[in-house]
């Protein structure tokens, strides 16, 4: 054989496999590089939306934990302050009581106190009488000097 002749063959050959290789194997291959490109492109920007929805969303969740953080503050503060005005409130209240049972207790005291004195008086009459029939040894009539018995209990 010859070396042209070979070389020449070898050549249609390669060329035809080329041609065959070219139409119908190439394209599929390529859309299918390029499909596999594209879904990569496609996670890429997924991922890289993802991570910035990420920093987006960590941001606002600081945000609204430190909006919470400080709401909680201020609702400790107004329950701190509506607690210390509820106790003052509270005291208020109890100084008024206590004034106000002192104030009874003095007005009862005073009471039993004149009541004691008018029971006194009473018994001193009494025994006065007693004591005036006694010495007189004749009774003396209770009604009939019961004006003079009456000037003798204002006089004690």
């Known amino acids: 054989m010859n070396l042209n002749a070979t070389l020449f063959a070898q050549m ?3 060329f035809i496999l080329w041609a065959v290789v070219a139409k119908f ?3 599929p ?3 299918s590089l390029d499909e596999r ?3 990569i492109a496609d996670g890429l920007a997924a991922a890289e939306k993802g991570k910035t929805d990420l920093e987006f969303a960590t941001k606002r969740a600081d945000q609204a934990l ?3 953080r400080n709401e909680g503050a201020q609702r400790i503060a107004e329950a701190e302050k509506r607690a210390q005005l509820s106790a003052e409130e509270i005291k208020q209240n109890a100084q008024a ?3 106000r049972i002192i104030a009874q207790a003095k007005a ?4 039993q ?3 004691a004195r008018d029971d006194l008086r009473e018994q001193v009459a009494s025994l006065a009488v007693k004591g005036a029939e006694q010495i007189l040894r004749k009774e003396i009539n209770a009604a009939v000097h019961a004006d003079l018995l009456n000037q003798l209990k204002a006089e004690l």
């Open 97 to 99: 009581e206590a004034a």
């Open 12 to 14: 249609t050959v390669f």
């Open 37 to 39: 490109a594209a879904k």
């Open 66 to 68: 430190s909006e919470a």
């Open 29 to 31: 291959l390529i859309k």
């Open 25 to 27: 194997v190439w394209p």
């Open 108 to 111: 009862d005291a005073d009471q």
């Open 113 to 115: 106190i004149i009541r």
